[in-house]
Protein backbone atom coordinates (compact mmCIF):
# COMPACT_ATOMS: atom_id res chain seq x y z
CA UNK A 1 0.00 0.00 0.00
CA UNK A 2 1.68 3.33 -0.80
CA UNK A 3 1.48 6.27 1.65
CA UNK A 4 -0.11 9.20 -0.12
CA UNK A 5 1.46 12.42 1.54
CA UNK A 6 -1.44 14.76 2.75
CA UNK A 7 -1.55 18.37 1.43
CA UNK A 8 0.44 21.06 2.93
CA UNK A 9 -1.31 22.72 5.97
CA UNK A 10 -3.76 19.78 6.26
CA UNK A 11 -3.64 18.64 9.90
CA UNK A 12 -3.10 15.25 10.92
CA UNK A 13 -6.26 13.69 12.34
CA UNK A 14 -7.75 10.38 13.39
CA UNK A 15 -10.79 9.28 12.11
CA UNK A 16 -13.61 6.63 13.41
CA UNK A 17 -11.77 3.88 11.97
CA UNK A 18 -8.00 4.39 12.50
CA UNK A 19 -9.40 5.21 16.13
CA UNK A 20 -11.18 2.26 17.06
CA UNK A 21 -8.46 -0.14 15.14
CA UNK A 22 -6.02 1.53 17.74
CA UNK A 23 -7.71 1.05 20.31
CA UNK A 24 -8.87 -2.49 19.26
CA UNK A 25 -5.27 -3.23 18.88
CA UNK A 26 -3.74 -1.60 22.10
CA UNK A 27 -6.21 -4.32 23.97
CA UNK A 28 -5.40 -7.11 21.44
CA UNK A 29 -1.60 -5.98 22.47
CA UNK A 30 -2.54 -6.44 25.97
CA UNK A 31 -4.10 -9.81 26.13
CA UNK A 32 -0.96 -11.37 24.06
CA UNK A 33 1.21 -10.07 26.88
CA UNK A 34 -1.50 -11.59 28.71
CA UNK A 35 -0.94 -14.68 26.88
CA UNK A 36 2.76 -14.86 27.57
CA UNK A 37 3.05 -13.31 31.10
CA UNK A 38 -0.17 -15.76 32.96
CA UNK A 39 1.67 -18.19 35.10
CA UNK A 40 -1.57 -20.42 35.18
CA UNK A 41 -2.45 -21.97 30.94
CA UNK A 42 -5.85 -21.94 31.27
CA UNK A 43 -5.58 -18.08 32.16
CA UNK A 44 -3.05 -17.93 29.36
CA UNK A 45 -5.32 -19.62 27.14
CA UNK A 46 -8.25 -17.43 28.07
CA UNK A 47 -6.45 -14.56 27.21
CA UNK A 48 -5.18 -16.19 23.42
CA UNK A 49 -9.11 -17.00 23.07
CA UNK A 50 -10.33 -13.05 23.64
CA UNK A 51 -7.18 -12.38 21.83
CA UNK A 52 -8.50 -14.44 18.59
CA UNK A 53 -11.59 -12.89 18.83
CA UNK A 54 -10.26 -9.60 19.22
CA UNK A 55 -8.37 -9.64 15.67
CA UNK A 56 -11.83 -11.04 14.30
CA UNK A 57 -13.47 -8.04 15.18
CA UNK A 58 -10.77 -5.77 13.82
CA UNK A 59 -10.83 -8.06 10.74
CA UNK A 60 -14.48 -7.39 10.57
CA UNK A 61 -14.29 -3.24 11.06
CA UNK A 62 -11.89 -3.18 8.11
CA UNK A 63 -14.25 -5.12 6.37
CA UNK A 64 -13.26 -8.68 5.66
CA UNK A 65 -15.45 -11.00 6.99
CA UNK A 66 -14.00 -14.68 5.47
CA UNK A 67 -10.94 -13.27 7.53
CA UNK A 68 -12.82 -12.42 10.56
CA UNK A 69 -14.92 -15.42 10.25
CA UNK A 70 -11.74 -17.81 9.35
CA UNK A 71 -10.44 -16.64 12.52
CA UNK A 72 -13.17 -17.15 14.64
CA UNK A 73 -13.67 -20.90 13.55
CA UNK A 74 -10.07 -21.72 13.11
CA UNK A 75 -8.19 -20.22 15.61
CA UNK A 76 -10.28 -19.79 18.61
CA UNK A 77 -12.01 -22.75 17.70
CA UNK A 78 -9.58 -25.57 16.61
CA UNK A 79 -6.67 -24.41 17.43
CA UNK A 80 -7.89 -23.63 21.27
CA UNK A 81 -9.35 -27.01 21.11
CA UNK A 82 -5.82 -28.52 20.48
CA UNK A 83 -4.29 -26.07 22.71
CA UNK A 84 -6.79 -27.39 25.31
CA UNK A 85 -6.41 -31.16 24.53
CA UNK A 86 -2.74 -30.42 24.95
CA UNK A 87 -3.20 -29.07 28.63
CA UNK A 88 -4.80 -31.54 29.26
CA UNK A 89 -2.01 -33.87 28.96
CA UNK A 90 0.27 -31.87 31.01
CA UNK A 91 0.50 -31.66 34.58
CA UNK A 92 -1.41 -28.44 35.45
CA UNK A 93 -0.78 -28.62 39.18
CA UNK A 94 2.92 -28.91 39.17
CA UNK A 95 4.24 -24.98 39.79
CA UNK A 96 7.94 -25.24 39.87
CA UNK A 97 7.36 -25.89 35.89
CA UNK A 98 6.43 -22.78 35.91
CA UNK A 99 7.92 -21.07 37.78
CA UNK A 100 11.80 -19.16 37.07
CA UNK A 101 14.66 -17.27 39.45
CA UNK A 102 14.90 -13.72 38.26
CA UNK A 103 17.43 -13.34 36.29
CA UNK A 104 19.84 -10.32 37.06
CA UNK A 105 20.24 -9.91 33.34
CA UNK A 106 16.54 -8.94 33.04
CA UNK A 107 17.31 -5.45 34.49
CA UNK A 108 19.30 -4.81 31.37
CA UNK A 109 16.82 -6.84 29.45
CA UNK A 110 13.76 -4.38 30.06
CA UNK A 111 15.30 -1.45 29.31
CA UNK A 112 16.57 -2.05 26.05
CA UNK A 113 13.00 -4.12 25.09
CA UNK A 114 11.50 -0.88 25.71
CA UNK A 115 13.81 0.88 23.69
CA UNK A 116 13.67 -1.80 20.56
CA UNK A 117 9.33 -1.22 21.06
CA UNK A 118 9.79 2.19 20.79
CA UNK A 119 11.96 2.30 17.94
CA UNK A 120 9.44 -0.52 16.64
CA UNK A 121 6.53 2.16 17.42
CA UNK A 122 8.53 4.93 15.62
CA UNK A 123 8.94 2.94 12.17
CA UNK A 124 5.15 2.06 12.40
CA UNK A 125 3.13 5.32 13.63
CA UNK A 126 5.47 7.86 11.88
CA UNK A 127 4.36 7.51 8.56
CA UNK A 128 0.86 6.67 9.55
CA UNK A 129 0.78 10.76 9.94
CA UNK A 130 0.85 11.04 6.26
CA UNK A 131 -1.49 8.16 5.66
CA UNK A 132 -4.96 8.23 4.16
CA UNK A 133 -7.23 5.81 4.08
CA UNK A 134 -7.70 4.80 0.29
CA UNK A 135 -11.07 3.69 -0.96
CA UNK A 136 -11.67 0.01 -1.21
CA UNK A 137 -13.84 -1.83 -3.18
CA UNK A 138 -17.09 -2.33 -1.62
CA UNK A 139 -17.00 -6.54 -2.18
CA UNK A 140 -13.54 -6.23 -0.37
CA UNK A 141 -12.61 -9.01 1.57
CA UNK A 142 -16.05 -10.43 1.21
CA UNK A 143 -16.43 -14.19 0.56
CA UNK A 144 -18.08 -13.98 -2.62
CA UNK A 145 -14.96 -12.19 -3.81
CA UNK A 146 -12.29 -14.23 -2.21
CA UNK A 147 -13.92 -17.21 -3.68
CA UNK A 148 -14.11 -15.45 -7.17
CA UNK A 149 -10.71 -14.62 -7.41
CA UNK A 150 -9.43 -17.77 -5.52
CA UNK A 151 -10.83 -19.77 -8.30
CA UNK A 152 -10.11 -18.23 -10.78
CA UNK A 153 -6.97 -15.67 -10.76
CA UNK A 154 -5.80 -18.22 -8.08
CA UNK A 155 -7.05 -21.80 -8.75
CA UNK A 156 -3.50 -22.99 -10.11
CA UNK A 157 -1.56 -22.42 -6.85
CA UNK A 158 -4.56 -23.46 -5.09
CA UNK A 159 -4.60 -27.25 -6.13
CA UNK A 160 -1.07 -27.23 -5.87
CA UNK A 161 -1.42 -26.32 -2.53
CA UNK A 162 -4.01 -29.02 -1.74
CA UNK A 163 -1.80 -31.26 -3.57
CA UNK A 164 0.92 -30.25 -1.11
CA UNK A 165 -1.44 -30.94 1.92
CA UNK A 166 -2.59 -34.13 0.74
CA UNK A 167 0.78 -35.21 0.32
CA UNK A 168 1.95 -34.17 3.50
CA UNK A 169 -1.36 -35.84 5.37
CA UNK A 170 -0.18 -38.97 3.01
CA UNK A 171 3.07 -38.96 4.71
CA UNK A 172 2.28 -38.46 8.19
CA UNK A 173 -0.02 -41.15 8.18
CA UNK A 174 2.80 -43.37 6.51
CA UNK A 175 5.28 -42.36 9.49
CA UNK A 176 2.51 -43.25 12.22
CA UNK A 177 1.86 -46.34 10.80
CA UNK A 178 6.00 -47.51 10.91
CA UNK A 179 5.99 -46.53 14.87
CA UNK A 180 3.61 -48.65 15.48
Known sequence: ME????PPGVPFTLNWNQLSFLILAGVAALFAIGVVAMKNPVRSAMCLVVNFLILAIVYFTLNSQLLGITQIMVYAGAIMVLFLFVMM??????KTTLSEKIDPRMFLAVPMGLALLAGIAYQVFWPLREFVMPKAHDSYGSPQAI???LFTDYAYPFEVTSVLLLVGVVGSVLLAKRRV
Open 89 to 94: LLNLRA
Open 147 to 149: GIT
Open 3 to 6: LIPL
